[in-house]
């Protein structure tokens, strides 16, 4: 199974908004809202911040939110900060209860 | 606080084995799945499989069926990860991770392995 599809690198300004969008199929980012997205800074861990499709956990900035349609996934961050400058990551689970990554993309702030 | 402490770096050789431990604390083990996910350098994430750490029941990914083994020690709220024949092509970073209820939601995540295949 191939990864999902994202772009491999998005860039804004400070301020602006971006848009990572995360393309899949019928069988995974179409079939189920079970789409989280990860945010990874050079050398850390990922982390956690959206889940089922649109869920912020606590403690993660409102300026990121999900959406979905179809077999499409998408990121938004809005009034970009330097912070933001990471790769992006996401996720869905399958119709054979695997899970599958996208192949990332690298967010830089201009 | 809830937390998954993984064990030491590994350095191996090709055609060999490699185990890695993921000790879980500040929550309840069974009743939650641990999945693991590897990062060779500079490459994005993949997905290798997850352990029903209440009934031992794990999926694969496709790509590693027959090489990857998970199993859990609910006495020490610990799980392992096996991975065999291994290649250069298995260097990198291995990562367990905590699935809530639903799809896969990880967190929280282990700190890392860097696992290093070398002749």
């Known amino acids: 199974q191939s990864a999902l599809t994202q772009p491999a690198s998005v860039s804004g300004s400070p301020g602006q908004s971006i848009t990572i969008s995360c393309t899949g199929t019928n069988s995974d980012v179409g079939r189920y809202d079970y789409v989280s997205w990860y945010q990874q800074h050079p050398g850390k861990v990922p982390k956690l911040i959206i889940h089922?499709?649109?869920n912020r956990p606590s403690g993660v900035s409102n300026r990121f939110s999900g959406s979905k349609s179809a077999n499409t996934a998408s990121l938004t961050i809005s009034g970009l900060q330097a912070e933001d400058e990471a790769d992006y990551y996401c996720c869905s689970h399958t119709t054979t209860s695997s899970v599958i990554f996208g192949g990332g993309t690298k967010v830089t702030v201009l | 606080q809830v937390q998954l402490v993984q064990s030491g770096a590994e350095v191996t050789k090709p055609g060999a084995s490699v185990k890695v431990s993921c000790k879980a604390s500040g929550y309840t083990f069974t009743s939650y799945t641990i999945h693991w996910v590897r990062q060779a350098p500079g490459q994005s994430l993949e997905w290798m499989g997850w352990?029903?750490?209440?009934?031992?029941?794990?999926k694969y990914s496709q790509r590693l069926q027959g090489r990857v083994a998970l199993t859990r020690d609910t006495s020490a709220t610990t799980v392992y990860m096996e991975l065999s024949s291994l290649t250069s092509e298995d260097t990198g970073i291995y990562y367990c991770?905590?699935?809530?209820?639903?799809?896969?939601?990880?967190?929280?995540w282990g700190q890392g392995t860097l696992v290093t295949v070398s002749s």
């Open positions: 991770a905590r699935q809530a209820a639903g799809g896969p939601r990880f967190d929280p």
């Open positions: 089922d499709v649109t």
């Open positions: 352990i029903n750490a209440a009934t031992g029941n794990t």
